[in-house]
């Protein structure tokens, strides 16, 4: 890092008998050059860039701390990407992309658990679909597994919902989390309406109609 610095002198002169002691006191003060200011925020009007690129990966009504947390580190990124200082490079820079790192990793890890979302994905595909969207009010089986998905995709999402929120209200990337997103995985491993729902949601994602 290039650096404006000046030297500043003082002289002080100490006598004692016959000898003659001097003693010279430098003082170096340095500051960042205009040049490494404006690269510093650069790095982090860029950061902010790519992550409204990527969006935010949280959702209100799944994970609203850790959403809201997501948007306040991009605003933090906004911020000094216009009022940065040398001195916040690297380090801050370093600090604020570690944590919103952590944050986003927290929230694709637990992606496969918002299990509201995961109907609403379904729904829309079948929506989409004009032969299938018919066959949803007309085909047994489809209507069967469409009742299935939903009824045992709501009893899964009581149980997941409390562990869910104990990941989202734990201090960031601390042993609370640490522990609380182990116990989501292995409740959620282990729960008979969460399994059948996923065989329900897989089924209808590869559900094909009878051309008869």
């Known amino acids: 890092m290039r650096q404006v610095c000046r030297t500043l002198g003082q002289d002080g002169a100490v006598r004692g008998g016959l000898a003659l002691l001097m003693t010279v006191l430098t003082l170096t003060a340095c500051s960042p050059s205009p040049e490494d200011i404006a690269v510093c925020r650069k790095q982090f009007a860029d950061y902010q860039q790519l992550l409204g690129e990527n969006g935010n990966p949280g959702r209100k009504a ?43 990793s927290v929230l694709y890890k637990i992606d496969d658990y918002d299990v509201a979302r995961m109907i609403r994905h379904v729904e829309a595909d079948l929506a989409r679909d004009d032969a299938l969207d018919r066959a949803a009010s007309t085909d ?36 609370q989390q640490a522990a ?17 729902f996923k065989e329900a949601r ?4 590869d559900y094909e109609l009878d051309e008869e």
């Open 62 to 104: 799944f994970t609203p701390k850790m959403t809201a947390r997501w948007d306040a580190l991009d605003a933090e990124f906004g911020r000094l990407g216009k009022s940065a200082t040398g001195d916040d490079c690297p380090g801050r820079f370093r600090s604020l992309r570690s944590d919103i790192g952590h944050l986003e």
């Open 140 to 175: 047994y089986v489809l209507i069967s597994l469409l009742r299935t998905m939903r009824e045992r995709g709501a009893d899964a999402e009581k149980v997941l919902a409390p562990l869910v929120a104990r990941v989202d209200a734990s201090e960031p990337d601390s042993p």
């Open 180 to 196: 609380a997103m182990v116990a989501l995985y292995n409740v959620a491993a282990s729960d008979a309406a969460f399994a059948a």
């Open 202 to 205: 897989e089924s209808i994602a």
